[in-house]
T-cell receptor
Framework: AQSVSQHNHHVILSEAASLELGCNYS??????LFWYVQYPGQHLQLLLKYFSGDPLVKGIKGFEAEFIKSKFSFNLRKPSVQWSDTAEYFCAASDDKIIFGKGTRLHILP | DSGVTQTPKHLITATGQRVTLRCSPR?????VYWYQQSLDQGLQFLIQYYNGEERAKGNILERFSAQQFPDLHSELNLSSLELGDSALYFCASSVGLAVPGGEQYFGPGTRLTVT
């Protein structure tokens, strides 16, 4: 069955620390991959997406993600986090239907 | 503000009841998607409509139904409500058919509490 797994449910970091949030997917065939972010009290927003081409994808606010086909992974990274990155992050995968991971709550300490 | 509006923001109702959630997509968007977010199931895709027609179905229960009207707003109808239906229901919209999860714009959600 198709699935998306996010390894960490809750991550706490200090400002300026580096971030990597894990995401693994289980899909047969071609898959499109996404990271969404939900800031406190706000709606979900698309951070970045991968459809094809360069496996290193750059998104908004300094985030990037790398698609590693052999590992079925699409981890989200940011070299130096800020307090304003406190949010919940969702990995998602789709072919004709989308499946979301359960989310990772990121809390940045000022 | 994404441009997608949802009403009501909060809804409290009893088991066995029926409710209707409403979504207005961004101006010009033809696709509307419905999602359910709960603590145990996470964020789940329910159904997609494009220009009035159903296009894709996810984990939507038979007790739930949706439609998209000629003015492109959409309604999600939840009937015979159970405690487990308590969740945040999101609507999203996109310009075209797109792949689900492409350039979608999410609304603020409707929080449904079933008592």
């Amino acid at each position: 069955a198709q699935s998306v797994s996010q390894h960490n449910h809750h991550v706490i970091l200090s400002e300026a620390a580096s971030l990597e949030l894990g995401c693994n997917y289980s899909y047969g065939g071609t898959v499109n991959l996404f990271w969404y972010v939900q800031y406190p009290g706000q709606h979900l927003q698309l951070l970045l997406k991968y459809f094809s081409g360069d496996p290193l994808v750059k998104g908004i606010k300094g985030f990037e993600a790398e698609f590693i086909k052999s590992k079925f992974s699409f981890n989200l990274r940011k070299p130096s986090v800020q307090w304003s990155d406190t949010a919940e992050y969702f990995c998602a995968a789709s072919d004709d239907k989308i499946i979301f991971g359960k989310g990772t709550r990121l809390h940045i300490l000022p | 503000d994404s441009g997608v509006t949802q009403t009501p923001k909060h809804l409290i109702t009893a088991t066995g009841q029926r409710v209707t959630l409403r979504c207005s997509p961004r101006s010009g968007d033809l696709s509307v998607y419905w999602y359910q977010q709960s603590l145990d199931q996470g964020l789940q895709f329910l159904i997609q409509y494009y220009n009035g027609e159903e296009r894709a179905k996810g984990n939507i229960l038979e007790r739930f139904s949706a439609q998209q009207f000629p003015d492109l707003h959409s309604e999600l109808n939840l009937s015979s409500l159970e405690l487990g239906d308590s969740a945040l229901y999101f609507c999203a919209s996109s310009v075209g058919l797109a792949v689900p999860g492409g350039e979608q714009y999410f609304g603020p959600g409707t929080r449904l509490t079933v008592t």
